[in-house]
C-alpha cells in the first residue's frame, strides 16, 4: 500500500489549499481515509476523516473551513483549507483504516503517506 500526498505550499492567512492524495493498491475489506497533521512541538492531531460509510467527522477547530472528499474511482482523497490560518502549519499527511469504527486516533490507521507541508504566513 503507497498513499502519496501533494498540494502543500506556502501561503498568506485567509489564502486556500487542495491537498491531494492517491491510494495504491489498497485492498483491505473496508476503507476509512483521514488527513492528520503535525505542527513542530506539537502533537499529531486527527483534521478530518471520510468513514468507510460515507460519514464525515472534523475537528473542531478546522469545521466549516476544511471540507474533506474522495473520488473513489480514482482512489483519491482530497482536504479543501479555506481561510488558512498561521496555527494550520503543519506536516500534512493522510492515512487509511480498515477499522470498523474509525476515528481521529492515529493508532487506529494501518497506511500513512510521507506528508506534505503545509505554511501559513500571518
Known amino acids: 500500500v503507497q498513499l502519496v500526498e501533494s498540494g502543500g505550499g506556502s501561503v498568506q492567512a485567509g489564502e486556500s489549499l487542495r491537498l491531494v492524495c492517491v491510494i495504491h493498491?489498497?485492498?483491505?475489506?473496508?476503507?476509512?481515509v483521514a488527513w492528520f497533521r503535525h505542527a513542530a512541538g506539537m502533537e499529531r492531531e486527527g483534521v478530518a476523516l471520510?468513514?468507510?460509510?460515507?460519514?464525515?467527522l472534523y475537528q473542531d477547530c478546522v469545521r466549516g473551513r476544511f471540507t474533506i472528499y474522495s473520488d473513489n474511482t480514482k482512489n483519491t482523497l482530497y482536504l479543501q483549507m479555506n481561510n488558512l490560518k498561521p496555527e494550520d502549519t503543519a506536516m500534512y499527511y493522510c492515512?487509511?483504516?480498515?477499522?470498523?469504527?474509525?476515528?481521529?486516533?492515529?493508532?487506529?490507521?494501518?497506511?500513512w503517506g510521507e506528508g506534505t507541508q503545509v505554511t501559513v504566513a500571518a
Open positions: 493498491d489498497y485492498t483491505g475489506p473496508r476503507r476509512s
Open positions: 471520510i468513514s468507510w460509510d460515507g460519514s464525515t
Open positions: 492515512a487509511v483504516t480498515d477499522s470498523w469504527y474509525p476515528a481521529l486516533i492515529a493508532s487506529l490507521f494501518q497506511y
